[in-house]
């Protein structure tokens, strides 16, 4: 008798507990969608010889960037993807994910640094090093973004 009564009080307790953890994952799951809220848009677009690479960049209220970015580098096909990043100081790090219009089926991953400075974002050369499968940027060696190809200017956002 003891223990039915003993277990009477204990489920109502591990109930509320419960319903307490479902209340903080929700709350957490509202905070992460909040900060995942667009804030700002921006666009970019880069020239050289016959390349073109169109980037937008949407800031996001948690500090981080989003966006995509299409390289029609000549001679090969064009490249089309996503971005995703955020800003040390004026250096913006992103991974570039993109597919090849060559190889459809296949998905790449590239680091990327770009230096913002003034209205300009400078698209630096860094060494890279894949180690199991994913490739990064060296953290030791320095990137140069004075030796560039492609310098973005601010460009009108086409909305698609």
């Known amino acids: 008798m003891r223990n ?10 591990v109930a509320l ?5 479902e209340e903080k994952q929700k709350a957490a799951e509202a905070a992460k969608a909040e900060g995942e809220k667009v804030v700002s848009t921006e666009c970019y677009q880069a020239l050289y010889e016959k ?9 996001l209220k948690n500090g981080k960037l989003t966006g995509n970015m299409i390289m029609k580098v000549a001679p090969s096909t064009v490249r089309t993807g996503e971005i995703t990043g955020e800003f040390h100081g004026d250096t913006l ?9 060559a190889t ?20 630096g050369n860094g060494t890279m090093q894949t180690t199991m499968g994913v490739t990064y940027l060296v953290k ?19 909305d698609k």
């Open 51 to 59: 390349d073109t690479i169109q980037l937008k960049l949407n800031t």
């Open 4 to 13: 039915l009564v003993l277990s009477c009080l204990l489920l109502p307790l």
């Open 93 to 101: 790090f992103a991974d570039y994910t993109f597919k090849d219009l």
């Open 104 to 123: 459809k089926d296949k998905t790449f991953k590239n680091p990327m640094a770009f230096l913002k400075r003034n209205k300009q974002l400078i698209l």
């Open 17 to 21: 507990q419960s319903c307490k953890n």
């Open 140 to 158: 030791d060696k320095p990137i140069d973004f004075e030796r560039v190809k492609y310098k973005f200017d601010s460009a009108e956002c086409a």
